[in-house]
């Protein structure tokens, strides 16, 4: 929940011209995912340019009585090409299970647009031994959405002792249950899904963690706030 018109304005077109300046990098696909309400200042902002954009949640409902919510079909009509799904916010505070994860998950990519599904242990999970298990449930009613729907998503791991924290995963911390990921998605035909690492990425850690096997890229949060910066992460 951060950024204003104001704010905005700046961090999208010192993005849009880095990029632009630089030339997008090879092989790397950059997104920007606003609050819901700034998606036309984002869709106007960016259009035309290398950068595509997505939303921080969606709803797992089609249409309806469901007041608050945004449906993937109205994401759609702003050409939203993402959805953050299941992010540990979502899951802390709003209560989110998995079985709704996989359910938004399911409802954005039958608007075409691809889920960014976010898995993350907490700090307890972790010193009591049971990060891998934590991910595997977590991802479990997603894997079972099948091998077609999963190969059309990303998943993105973000230990949730270190969103926001500056307590960033060490790289080798990160692969292991990057590796651990894969071999969940290799396991039903989709290891090729990219997986993104997040949790206080910057332009200082991002290199050493995209130089591990299973890291794909990164999701990033207050590192982005700043153009500078988050161009940085997409040339590490
Ligand atoms: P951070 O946030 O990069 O500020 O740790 C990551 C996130 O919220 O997903």
């Known amino acids: 929940m951060n950024g204003s018109l104001a704010a905005n304005e700046v961090l999208l077109k010192g993005i849009r011209e880095g990029v632009e300046n630089a030339g997008a990098p090879v092989n790397c696909t950059i997104a920007v995912c606003p609050s819901f309400p700034y998606l036309v200042?984002?869709?106007?902002?960016?259009?035309?340019?290398?950068?595509?954009?997505?939303?921080?949640?969606?709803?797992?409902?089609?249409?309806?009585?469901?007041?608050?919510?945004?449906?993937?079909?109205?994401?759609?009509?702003?050409?939203?090409?993402w959805a953050l799904v299941g992010h540990s916010e979502r899951r802390a505070l709003h209560g989110e299970t998995s079985e709704q994860v996989?359910?938004?998950?399911?409802?954005?990519?039958?608007?075409?647009?691809?889920?960014?599904?976010?898995?993350?242990?907490?700090?307890?999970?972790?010193?009591?031994?049971?990060?891998l298990a934590v991910i595997q449930a977590q991802l479990a009613p997603v894997l079972a959405l099948g091998e077609q729907a999963v190969n059309k998503m990303v998943i993105a791991y973000e230990p949730v002792w270190a969103?926001?924290?500056?307590?960033?995963?060490?790289?080798?911390?990160?692969?292991?249950?990057?590796?651990?990921?894969?071999?969940?998605?290799?396991?039903?035909?989709?290891?090729?899904?990219?997986?993104?690492?997040?949790?206080?990425?910057?332009?200082?850690?991002a290199g050493s963690l995209f130089a591990m096997n299973d890291i794909d890229g990164a999701l990033v949060g207050g590192?982005?706030?700043?153009?500078?910066?988050?161009?940085?992460i997409t040339t590490a």
């Open 41 to 81: 200042q984002v869709s106007q902002a960016l259009a035309g340019s290398p950068i595509s954009w997505g939303a921080q949640d969606v709803s797992l409902q089609e249409s309806g009585a469901f007041t608050g919510e945004v449906s993937a079909a109205m994401l759609n009509d702003f050409n939203c090409a």
């Open 102 to 131: 996989a359910l938004k998950a399911k409802a954005a990519l039958a608007h075409h647009i691809t889920p960014v599904v976010c898995v993350g242990e907490t700090l307890q999970d972790r010193e009591q031994g049971n990060t």
């Open 163 to 205: 969103i926001g924290t500056g307590l960033t995963a060490s790289p080798e911390q990160a692969q292991e249950v990057h590796a651990y990921i894969r071999a969940q998605l290799n396991a039903i035909g989709a290891g090729n899904v990219q997986i993104l690492y997040g949790g206080s990425v910057k332009a200082a850690n």
């Open 223 to 232: 590192a982005a706030l700043v153009a500078e910066e988050f161009l940085n």
